[in-house]
Nanobody, 121 residues
Framework: QVHVVESGGGLVQPGGSLRLSCAAS????????MGWYRQAPGKQRELVAT???????NYADSVKGRFSISGDTAKNTVYLQMNSLKPEDTAVYYC???????????????WGQGTQVTVSS
């Protein structure tokens, strides 16, 4: 019903920058919100940043001032600009889309496959 694809991950040095992209496609009627989550080895998946249809953003305390989330509603795409990266930012980053496929259907969560971000010297 909804396909979510992330891209832009890779290996960067501490202090470097990376820009992640996420595109949602398929039989989408509307999207309420999109966001980024991450999961490091041995840890639970955690929220990084979200943005809703009204443009309201939310960030984890650990990334405030360093990461910025933005979106292109016409393309059902969300971006995550990551600056001043730290080794502790190393994780698999997942894109989440809160969407519905029918006008009066329920909103459901759809997840991408994840993209690896490694911060190391």
């Amino acid at each position: 019903q909804v396909h979510v694809v992330e891209s832009g991950g890779g290996l960067v040095q501490p202090g470097g920058s990376l820009r992640l992209s996420c595109a949602a496609s398929g039989n989408i009627f509307s999207i309420y919100a999109m966001g980024w989550y991450r999961q490091a080895p041995g840890k639970q998946r955690e929220l990084v940043a979200t943005i809703n249809s009204g443009g309201f953003t939310n960030y984890a305390d650990s990334v405030k001032g360093r990461f910025s989330i933005s979106g292109d509603t016409a393309k059902n795409t969300v971006y995550l600009q990551m600056n001043s990266l730290k080794p502790e930012d190393t994780a698999v980053y997942y894109c989440n889309t809160d969407a519905r496929v029918l006008q009066y259907g329920d909103y459901e969560d759809y997840w991408g496959q994840g993209t690896q971000v490694t911060v190391s010297s």
